[in-house]
């Protein structure tokens, strides 16, 4: 195995990683880098492993092998409160969002303070809070909507408020998973809008479907199949090779 | 089913009747002085009146005891009806006031306490299980009630405010294991019992005894209640080979006994091992099933096919009033001692007062019971006889042994603690 | 004023004023001491459904196990009763006197360790709390640091409690068995039974469940109460937005124990014994029901469901003794189908609307311009959403 | 713990020991496939599975008197009969259940428990006043009684073996239905998408109902078989139930064969407990040793490792 050194320059790095369900390889042997300031797009057919990926990096799922090392701190051990302590933030494909509270609390509950027990019972709901909220319901859209419950969004508004919840928290890796899945055609557009906005000063991976969307936003694209990487560079470069015009198509 | 409500509002109105018409003093409370029969009943501050008297039943109606406890209540309503139709006590009709326990200890404690103090009924027959007997034990000493208690149990208790109707320990086990080893040649035994307080104590005693005997315990084992499978437990036996196996084995879990020791090959007829029991009376044979204990003997105070003047006629009647096909165990005899052992205080007495019935109730004596001729103790328990009865597939017990005296009844018996 | 609306909203305060009200005033007034005892004793029952609000309906853990804590409460008070009523020379009749009765039947002639503590009540009153507390821990922190959840954790807790209860009835000689610990007579040489003394304990029931009502109402009202909502939605959201979700659960698991046990330690008070017929599967099951009647949502809402169910069961089985199974069993299905927000989820649809509109007209004049800004507003949980 | 005895006898008591075992095993068996077949297959709770059992011995029960008094010649063979109407009678009791109660709550799983409790509750008073409080013999065709001895210690209980082979040939049953019948095919397809089976024209409402009626039939034979062993009465059903749920759940709540699994590591382990410690303290040993494994390996024993 070319395993290259133990410390990158890299933000995240991924080597060697393996996960086995009852011996079929989700992801097998993968290496995968992400670059400081890098939104990072991962593209591949439906079973390619594009979720697991993510699932991997951020502690939902256990490897069975290899290592994942954000910052040079090697994260397959760590629990996911951890990572997310870490600098890694996620939003899952279903928009995952409290419905029984309101878009304010929602985005204070993921505000980074308070979190231990005792710091939830003793936190109080400051200036900076107000002021943090404010700001970050205004980027995704939601500012004239703080007292309204979660639950009476629509889809794409929640999607916003999933991502507003992650944003709040200031991750320096953002991994989203189809953030524009189910939205309206102004919707997506906003949405690449506001990941282009925010992307600003941090690393962001993507898992997405929708190619025109992928060419919008992405750096760097790297086209899982079946748990492998089958190509990797702009997206240009990838759309013109082979293989993967013959996964595409050829199925 | 009597509501309570509708009683004491009959009672109400009734007062409120009498004090309109007539001066014929209801309460007065300085009474002490020459007061007349009538007059003296009245003013205890029961729920008396100058032609009732109001009791409270207590047994579990629902829950996991109504089984048990069916038997026990239907025989304390042919005792009241029977009194009633002889001009009930005092010259007052007993009315019965029925509370459900359902199965759960502070049920009992609760309504126990509300026939005492809200009721304010003369005496209470009831309680079952030793459990719901030591809930309510408090209530009824300090509310100063009076309780008739028909379970055979373990003894270790002697409270002035009850009348214990069934046997103490020593009086099912004593005789019982006198006579397995004289008349049968018995001389290891098996112990086994439902884990909890009556078996276990039981078994002290048995053991203490057959000790005492020069004979050997080769085994003593106890199962959660409720438990069914015995297949292990029988296996010992059978290793063990014990000359008795002696049962204290409860509730649902008999019959999977029974059941399983039949199935498992062990023919209690031929008495190799012999199986003698002090949990199992006619009622719990109905769910067993007679053919699966036929064989056992069991060592009891009273068995249905008693061949006396009393029993005859206190089967017919009970079988009047509830049916051909319902059967008569042990407790359910001594659940209808209650209302008559009462009753005959209380006329000693010559007041519903608790104190003086309490007062009353050493020497009572009961020629008319079922049971045949019993007398209340010192210690509130029953002079009784130790009967040895034969399980036959019918269900029935056959009389094999009896007691020749009256055995003592001893709650805190020497040199078995 | 301000500190009470940080944790309270008038509604609430309503309500605690309602509840503090009926139990300090109504009820002493309205009954004899025999059924204000009885309503002290449902009060109990209270405490279990309370904790229950807080761990099912609102962070979406069902225990079925409540009993034991109640049970692990209400026999440390026990014990220590039973102590205080085995003198010496009111156990002279015993081969070993100055040992609880039951021990003595069991030919234990030494008091056994973990009952010497008890003749201290500042141990007692500690281990009431703590005992629980450590308890629930660690069965918290070995299920939830694992992730297990939902219908397991409930069938566990459930074996829990079956076993505890086989444990207490087969260790007889050390916990009175079946029977319990009966028989307790003083508290430090004041007797309990008397009717003065079950108006006090009455009153200090009272008291202690108010002072739960408004500690559960500060767990709620913080940031932890609406975390409880979050783990029970979207877990994983929780997870990830950087909090340790089995934290917060073993947090609100060992608070309804502990919950349970002061209510469990207050009905040996009230009622003068206890008995493993409390720890069982059955009373545990039951005290769900109470939370669920009242509307699992609310903690008011608990307090109501118990005190009816209760009412119920005791009038049903004096009226119709061999019915009242069938009226239970049809409770326990119409809370589910019907109304699964319970007694407070009626209220909130029908009364409260009416009960806000009669306020704030009262008070509109005066607070029109004061209004807090929107954002500070807190959500009022208001749909029909049964923790999955 | 072994000195008591020589080795022959210790022989006698493994032999004796290992069948009891295996005894306890089918009884397990057959109290936990139909809670297997609901809780592990729909995720509904059944807390009345054991009143549904219960129904089973009541019917047997009946069916004992009617032939006794109508048709004494056929005793012999009634059991056979019984059965099958115990698991018709618990099965139509089980799709009334399905329909009138358990379908509005297919995504409350917790609150099947509270309903189905309360149903337990109700079925219990039923029985209470239609049978009567007091348990219930069910005379048994004298074939069915007695034993086989094997040699003078060990000897084989004919019930059991009848147990054991009814055991046998319900598991056989019950994975036939559902891995090799059509039904079961749609059974399987409605638990893993219900909207894609849907989609493809399964009904899965009559898949619901018939799954959940098909776990309580077999509950109600189960009923029926214990009334050779167990004792019949309103409650009976309620000792068995926590049991039930520790087998389901410890076997992995999906697998059938992690029912049967799990079921025979219990009924070993208990019944080799009993017999070297007291009854009680072998129960709370058997229950605490699979409360803790359940701690530390929540999945139950056997459970496929799946992609979220």
């Given at each position: 195995m070319n395993t290259i050194n133990n410390n990158t320059d890299f933000l995240l790095s991924i080597e060697n990683l393996t996960v086995s369900f009852d011996g079929f390889k989700a992801v097998d042997d993968l290496n995968l880098y992400v670059d400081e300031n890098e939104i990072h797009v991962i593209i591949g057919p439906n079973g390619a492993g594009k979720t697991t990926v993510l699932d991997l990096i951020c502690g939902r799922t256990r490897s069975t092998d290899g290592s994942i090392k954000f910052r040079n701190k090697e994260l397959t051990d760590m629990r996911e409160h951890e990572i997310v302590r870490e600098g890694v933030g996620r939003k899952f494909q279903n928009p995952s969002i409290y419905e029984d509270l309101t878009v304010f609390e929602n985005l204070e509950l993921s505000f980074p303070r308070g979190r231990s027990v005792w710091g939830a019972l003793t936190f109080q709901r400051d200036q900076d809070v107000k002021t943090r909220v404010h700001e970050i319901a205004g980027m995704v859209f939601l500012d004239e909507l703080l007292d309204k419950q979660a639950a009476l969004l629509s889809h794409g508004q929640k999607q916003w408020l999933e991502i507003g919840m992650l944003l709040i928290q200031d991750p320096e890796l953002l991994m989203l998973d189809e953030p524009v899945a189910g939205m309206s055609v102004s919707e997506r557009k906003q949405t690449a809008k506001l990941l282009n906005e925010i992307t600003k000063g941090r690393s962001v991976m993507v898992v997405e479907h929708d190619m025109k969307f992928v060419e919008d936003i992405a750096h760097r694209v790297t086209v899982l199949h079946q748990g492998k990487i089958l190509s990797e560079g702009s997206m240009a470069k990838v759309q013109a090779d082979p293989k993967v015009i013959d996964v595409y198509l050829g199925h | 089913m009597r509501r309570v409500k509708d009683i004491i509002q009959s009672r109400m109105s009734r007062r409120s009747l009498l004090a309109g018409t007539a001066a014929t003093a209801i309460v007065a409370a300085t009474g002490a002085v020459t007061p007349t029969f009538a007059d003296e009943a009245n003013t205890t501050g029961l729920a008396v009146t100058d032609d009732t008297v109001q009791v409270g039943i207590l047994h579990s109606v629902t829950g996991t005891m109504a089984i048990s406890e069916t038997g026990s209540v239907q025989a304390e309503k042919l005792a009241i009806e029977q009194i009633n139709a002889m001009g009930g006590v005092l010259g007052r009709k007993i009315e019965y006031i029925q509370e459900d326990g359902a199965s759960d200890w502070p049920t009992f404690a609760e309504k126990a306490k509300k026939l005492l103090v809200n009721d304010k009924v003369a005496a209470v027959f009831g309680c079952w299980t030793s459990a719901s007997r030591k809930a309510v034990l408090p209530v009824f000493e300090q509310y100063n009630g009076m309780l008739y208690y028909p379970t055979f149990y373990e003894g270790l208790e002697q409270s002035p405010n009850v009348i214990y109707t069934g046997q103490e320990a020593t009086q099912q086990i004593i005789a019982g294991i006198d006579w397995v080893a004289e008349e049968k040649g018995a001389k290891s035994f098996y112990l086994l019992g439902s884990d909890y307080i009556w078996p276990r104590t039981s078994n002290k005693i048995a053991r203490k005894h057959i000790e005492k005997l020069g004979h050997k315990v080769v085994g003593e084992e106890y199962y959660p209640l409720g438990h069914t499978q015995f297949n292990s437990v029988i296996n010992k036996i059978k290793l063990k080979k014990p000359d008795v196996i002696y049962a204290i084995v409860v509730g649902g879990s008999n019959v999977a006994f029974y059941k399983q020791l039949k199935a498992a090959g062990i023919d209690m007829t031929k008495e190799k091992p012999l199986l003698l029991t002090i949990s199992v009376t006619e009622d719990e044979i109905r769910g067993i099933g007679g053919e699966n204990i036929d064989g056992a003997y069991a060592a009891m105070k009273y068995f249905q096919s008693l061949e006396n003047d009393n029993n005859i006629e206190f089967v017919k009647a009970f079988k009047e009033m509830w049916g051909d096909d319902v059967v008569i165990g042990d407790v359910t005899q001594a659940a209808y001692l209650g209302p008559w052992l009462w009753k005959a205080a209380v006329e000693k007495a010559g007041s519903f007062d608790i104190d003086k019935v309490r007062l009353a109730s050493p020497g009572i004596e009961l020629a008319t019971a079922p049971e045949g001729y019993v007398r209340v103790h010192e210690n509130h328990h029953l002079w009784s006889k130790t009967r040895i009865g034969l399980a036959k597939p019918d269900g029935q017990y056959e009389l094999i042994y009896e007691t020749a005296d009256l055995m003592e009844p001893d709650p805190f018996p020497e040199g078995y603690q | 004023m301000t500190s009470i609306k940080s944790f309270m909203s008038r509604q609430e305060l309503i309500g605690i004023l309602v509840i503090a009200a009926v139990l300090f005033i109504i009820m002493p007034l309205a009954m004899d001491i025999f059924r204000l005892n009885l309503f002290g004793k449902y009060l109990t029952y209270a405490f279990v459904a309370v904790g229950l609000v807080l761990c099912w309906g609102k962070c979406g853990i069902l225990s079925l196990g409540q009993g034991v804590f109640f049970g692990l409460g209400g026999y440390c008070m026990a014990m220590y009763l039973k102590l205080e009523a085995?003198?010496?020379?009111?156990?002279?009749?015993?081969?070993?006197?100055?040992?609880?009765?039951?021990?003595?039947?069991?030919?234990?002639?030494?008091?056994?360790?973990?009952?010497?503590?008890?003749?201290?009540?500042?141990?007692?009153?500690?281990?009431?709390?703590?005992?629980?507390?450590?308890?629930?821990?660690?069965?918290?922190?070995?299920?939830?640091?694992?992730?297990?959840?939902?219908?397991?954790?409930?069938?566990?807790?459930?074996?829990?409690?079956?076993?505890?209860?086989?444990?207490?009835?087969?260790?007889?000689?050390?916990?009175?068995?079946?029977?319990?610990?009966?028989?307790?007579?003083?508290?430090?040489?004041?007797?309990?039974?008397?009717?003065?003394?079950?108006?006090?304990?009455?009153?200090?029931?009272?008291?202690?469940?108010?002072?739960?009502?408004?500690?559960?109402?500060?767990?709620?009202?913080?940031?932890?109460?609406?975390?409880?909502?979050?783990?029970?939605?979207?877990?994983?959201?929780v997870r990830f937005s950087g909090y340790d979700v089995s934290n917060i659960k073993i947090f609100v698991f060992c608070f309804a124990a502990v919950l349970s046990a002061i209510g469990g330690a207050m009905f040996t008070l009230q009622v003068g014994f206890m008995s493993p017929s409390f720890v069982g599967i059955v009373p545990s099951i039951e005290m769900v029901i109470f939370c669920a009647v009242g509307g699992r949502l609310s903690i008011f809402g608990a307090v109501y469901g118990t005190l009816l169910v209760n009412w119920a069961k005791t009038t049903f089985s004096e009226t119709f003794p061999e019915l009242w199974l069938f009226g239970l069993g049809a409770l326990f299905i119409a809370v589910v189908l019907i109304f699964p927000n319970g007694v407070s989820g009626l209220y909130q649809s029908y009364l409260a609307p009416l009960v806000d509109r009669v306020v704030s007209t009262g008070k509109r004049k005066g607070r029109s311009d004061t209004a807090p800004p929107p954002s500070s507003g807190f959500g009022a949980e208001t749909t029909a959403k049964p923790a999955e | 713990m072994f000195a008591d005895y020589t080795w022959t006898e210790?022989?006698?008591?493994?032999?004796?020991?290992?069948?009891?075992?295996?005894?306890?095993?089918?009884?397990?068996?057959?109290?936990?496939?139909?809670?297997?077949?609901?809780?592990?297959?729909?995720?509904?709770?059944?807390?009345?599975?054991?009143?549904?059992?219960?129904?089973?011995?009541?019917?047997?029960?009946?069916?004992?008197?009617?032939?006794?008094?109508?048709?004494?010649?056929?005793?012999?063979?009634?059991?056979?009969?019984?059965?099958?109407?115990?698991?018709?009678?618990?099965?139509?009791?089980?799709?009334?259940?399905?329909?009138?109660?358990?379908?509005?709550?297919?995504?409350?799983?917790?609150?099947?428990?509270?309903?189905?409790?309360?149903?337990?509750?109700?079925?219990?008073?039923?029985?209470?006043?239609?049978?009567?409080?007091?348990?219930?013999?069910?005379?048994?065709?004298?074939?069915?009684?007695?034993?086989?001895?094997?040699?003078?210690?060990?000897?084989?209980?004919?019930?059991?073996?009848?147990?054991?082979?009814?055991?046998?040939?319900?598991?056989?049953?019950?994975?036939?239905?559902?891995?090799?019948?059509?039904?079961?095919?749609?059974?399987?397809?409605?638990?893993?998408?219900?909207?894609?089976?849907?989609?493809?024209?399964?009904?899965?409402?009559?898949?619901?109902?018939?799954?959940?009626?098909?776990?309580?039939?077999?509950?109600?034979?189960?009923?029926?078989?214990?009334?050779?062993?167990?004792?019949?009465?309103?409650?009976?059903?309620?000792?068995?139930?926590?049991?039930?749920?520790?087998?389901?759940?410890?076997?992995?709540?999906?697998?059938?064969?992690?029912?049967?699994?799990?079921?025979?590591?219990?009924?070993?382990?208990?019944?080799?407990?009993?017999?070297?410690?007291?009854?009680?303290?072998?129960?709370?040993?058997?229950?605490?040793?699979?409360?803790?494994?359940?701690?530390?390996?929540?999945?139950?024993?056997?459970?496929?490792?799946?992609?979220?």
């Open positions: - | - | 085995s003198t010496p020379e009111a156990t002279a009749i015993q081969s070993t006197p100055g040992i609880p009765d039951f021990m003595d039947w069991n030919q234990i002639t030494a008091l056994p360790w973990f009952w010497e503590p008890f003749n201290s009540l500042t141990f007692t009153l500690l281990a009431i709390i703590i005992v629980p507390a450590v308890f629930a821990f660690i069965i918290g922190a070995a299920m939830f640091k694992r992730r297990v959840g939902g219908v397991y954790f409930a069938i566990i807790t459930q074996a829990i409690a079956a076993i505890l209860t086989i444990l207490i009835i087969g260790q007889q000689g050390y916990t009175g068995g079946v029977n319990g610990i009966t028989d307790l007579r003083t508290l430090k040489s004041w007797d309990i039974r008397t009717d003065e003394a079950k108006y006090i304990l009455y009153y200090v029931n009272g008291a202690l469940l108010i002072a739960v009502l408004l500690l559960s109402q500060i767990v709620l009202k913080s940031k932890l109460g609406r975390l409880l909502v979050a783990v029970r939605d979207q877990e994983d959201r | 210790l022989g006698s008591i493994f032999a004796m020991q290992g069948f009891a075992g295996l005894i306890l095993f089918s009884v397990f068996v057959l109290m936990a496939l139909g809670l297997a077949i609901i809780f592990g297959q729909m995720g509904v709770i059944n807390m009345a599975h054991g009143e549904f059992m219960i129904l089973g011995a009541y019917v047997t029960y009946l069916c004992s008197n009617f032939v006794e008094a109508h048709f004494p010649a056929l005793f012999g063979i009634y059991f056979f009969f019984a059965m099958a109407l115990a698991f018709v009678a618990a099965g139509a009791l089980g799709a009334l259940v399905e329909w009138s109660l358990i379908r509005h709550l297919y995504k409350r799983p917790l609150d099947t428990l509270l309903a189905t409790w309360g149903l337990s509750l109700i079925l219990q008073q039923a029985y209470r006043s239609i049978f009567g409080a007091r348990e219930v013999g069910v005379s048994l065709p004298n074939w069915l009684l007695g034993s086989v001895p094997l040699t003078d210690i060990i000897e084989i209980p004919i019930n059991g073996i009848f147990v054991m082979v009814l055991t046998f040939v319900i598991a056989i049953g019950v994975y036939f239905i559902l891995f090799r019948s059509r039904m079961g095919m749609q059974t399987r397809a409605v638990v893993q998408n219900r909207v894609m089976a849907g989609a493809v024209g399964i009904n899965t409402q009559k898949v619901d109902r018939n799954t959940f009626a098909l776990g309580c039939g077999i509950a109600g034979i189960a009923g029926s078989a214990f009334t050779m062993i167990g004792s019949t009465g309103p409650t009976a059903g309620q000792l068995y139930i926590v049991d039930t749920f520790l087998i389901v759940v410890f076997g992995g709540a999906a697998s059938l064969l992690g029912t049967i699994a799990s079921s025979f590591a219990i009924s070993q382990a208990q019944s080799t407990m009993e017999f070297f410690l007291s009854g009680s303290m072998a129960k709370v040993l058997t229950l605490l040793t699979v409360v803790g494994i359940l701690m530390l390996r929540p999945q139950g024993l056997f459970s496929l490792k799946i992609r979220r």
